[in-house]
């Protein structure tokens, strides 16, 4: 079934859109063609796309007023094709939007007009164009708070600004001049130049009196209290000290507050202004983590409180999350200021940004979440910052193997002041999930977790006459890897190299690759640089495509409609139609599906890739356990002792390197190549070596000193 929502709202919940039914308007030839997911292992996926041919004689898809849906017939109205394999409900195989309606002539005759429709799935909109850079704090002030802030200055200007817009809110912030001609320094630019962290756009830079005024819009409601958020960054050891304050002039009267931040001392001071006193120093603490040199979220809180019936204005101070110092105001009644100052004395270099101002009417978000989303929020689960993305721009997601365990996936690093999509790639590669379109009106991810150990969800009987040629193994280099070198954003590297492998550098020469890591922890990317490699040196064929004809082979279609990228296909009896393979069951991930359908043939390839590096470590129950993928440690070298005949069942193994094997009865069966041939071993004995092996009969006579090891040893999880 082919279907349009035709003046669908495709910003909203496609639950509410009306689809109509087109599949009668559906040409038989050409064939409708479906694509989505990535080509192979390596590659990332490309948007999903769907094309067909449909009858257009009743202008039903053309522009202009002479189409009954005009004016619906547009760009990236929603198409979707669902098919009921098997009568029981509909499953979709496609959805997403019409890119075009392209009019043509049918290719049978060439007399009856058409449309060839092109759809993509989401990836193609997002990644048209050029997105403007947003850094998290950016995104977070601008899309993730519910309610956003009185006013918010980004103070991310380059560096020829003279002034800087609110970027929420009204008002333009800008360095006095009348401080700068008095410090002689009229002529510096200050935006642009402040490096707060690697992850940030640069921002504001203050130094020698150089003072920033940056007003906040005046609020109908009386304020009963406000929260001034911003990023800041001191080097250790900068002379004396920079300072904030709100001056007010609302309301008559006049008050103020403000900190002093001494880099040289490490001492940080609430300041409250007292009419006809001044500004007086109320709290001072002793604090180094500002003063590192690295990117700090202060938030100033000023609330009204009335102990024992007295208004009192209280002035507290946080970083990062954490209470540092805070003092207070007998006496005294708030007041909404009506702007922040910023400054600096003498040479100290002050580095600003992101300055954000909130009431009691706009309602500040309150907990860790402002200091650990403008900072980039460093340990964010990959699963975690797709799902939060996703969610702030408005992008329906599906997440395949979440489990809700942080074991089952990777950290982040600080968020980068990259586009959407190459973020959303990021957290693939931390996480090596796939992320994909084409099924939903959005964007699927399927989490690593659900790949590793995965068990088949579709079997393949090639003895029984279930797969469609073209089909056959590969022997080349194309996805070889034996050296890989990981770099962790922002600093860190590591190379990691298979020398003596089957597959190593000294047998087959060098295959190298690189990765950057978006990751938190420096020493994971050790890990990331072994798992390219253990990607990258498996042995055997490779199979790139596998075909199945659901026309001949309709009892499989429900199987292969529940697949999508990263799903385990088995083909078994491969041995009956393939003898010279030497194996009889092929394990394999889809990576991509593309799909061809008219009513004459139903053909789906997956795009393929080898399950065997997926398989990882588990350990064994204390007894009982027969887990495929157990734990089976091996000697780091043992080998034949004499020549095994055919169909022999025991054989001694002499152990050349490393401690000898297991004699344990509730280690067996498992399996171990001899020679290249795998054998199922029931059995060894003998607590030195040589050992006696019981197997299963060796399906071929192999000679003496034949490599015996593990067939198929599990790795580590990443």
Known sequence: MVEIAWGADIHGDDALWTWTDVTGDLRDEPAMSIEYGRADEASTTQPASCTMTLD??????????????????????????????????????????????????????????????????????????????????????????????????????????????????????????????????????????GKLAPWLPEGLSLNKFAILKAPVPATPKTTEWWFLDLLVSFAEGDPVDGLFSSVSSL??????????????????????????AGPVDLATA????????DVHHVRFWVHQTAPGGTPTVNIDMWVDDTFVTGGYIASQTIRHPDGIILFATENAARYFGHLGFWN??????????????????????AIDRIERLCLENAIPLTVIGDTGNTDDTSLMGPQSKDGLVP??????????????????NG????????????????????????????????????????????????????????VTGPQGTAVIGTYDTSITVHGTELGRIEDYAGWLVNLGTVEGYRFPTVTVNLSATPHLAAQVLALRPGSRIDLINVDQVFTTLGTSTISLFVEGVQMSLNPHQWL????????????????????GDTDPNLCHLQTD?????????????????????????????????????????????????????????TTDPMPIAVPIHSQVEVWQPPVLRL
């Open 443 to 498: 964007l699927t991810y399927v989490c690593r977790a659900t790949r590793e150990n995965a068990v088949a969800s579709l079997t393949i009987d090639v003895g029984g006459k279930e797969l469609f040629p073209p089909f056959g193994p590969t022997h080349d280099d194309a996805r070889v890897v034996n050296k890989a070198t990981a770099s962790r954003a922002y600093g860190g590297e590591y190379t990691h190299e298979d």
């Open 251 to 276: 309301e008559g009267g006049e008050s103020g507050w403000g900190a002093r931040m001494d880099a040289f001392h490490k001492e940080v001071t609430v300041i409250g202004y007292v009419p006809g």
């Open 56 to 193: 257009n004689r009743a202008a039903n898809y053309s522009l202009g007023g002479a189409s009954p849906n005009w004016p619906n017939v547009k760009k990236n109205v929603p198409l979707r094709v669902r098919i009921d394999p098997n009568g029981v409900g509909f499953q979709t195989v496609f959805q997403g939007n019409v890119t075009g309606f392209t009019p043509a002539w049918d290719s049978i005759t060439g007399r009856i007009p058409v449309v060839d429709v092109l759809a993509n799935g989401s990836l193609r909109r997002l990644l048209q164009g050029f997105e403007v850079e947003r850094s998290a704090p950016r995104r977070f002030y601008t899309q993730r708070v519910n309610i956003p802030p009185i006013v918010y200055y980004a103070l991310d200007e380059g560096p020829l600004a003279s002034s800087a817009k609110a970027t929420v809110g009204t008002g333009e912030a800008f360095i006095d001049p009348v401080f700068l001609s008095t410090s002689g320094d009229a002529t510096l630019k200050y935006f642009g130049q």
């Open 360 to 381: 009691n009417i706009s309602w500040a978000p309150f907990g860790g979440d402002p200091a650990y989303y403008t900072l980039g929020a460093v340990g964010e689960t």
């Open 604 to 623: 789906v390839t997956f795009q393929c890739s080898p399950f065997d590096p997926w398989r990882v470590i588990v350990l064994a129950a204390t007894t």
């Open 423 to 440: 973020l959303l790639r990021q957290c693939e590669t931390v996480e090596q999930g796939v992320l994909f379109d084409g099924l939903t």
């Open 286 to 293: 002793s604090t180094s983590v500002l003063f590192d040199g």
């Open 637 to 693: 070298g043992a080998r034949t002792t004499t020549t095994v005949a055919v169909n022999a069942t025991s054989f001694a193994v002499e152990t050349t390197a490393g401690p000898v094997w297991t004699t344990a009865a509730d280690d067996f069966p498992f399996h171990i190549l001899v020679g290249g041939v795998k054998v199922r071993v029931t059995g060894i004995t003998g607590a030195a070596s040589p050992q006696t092996f």
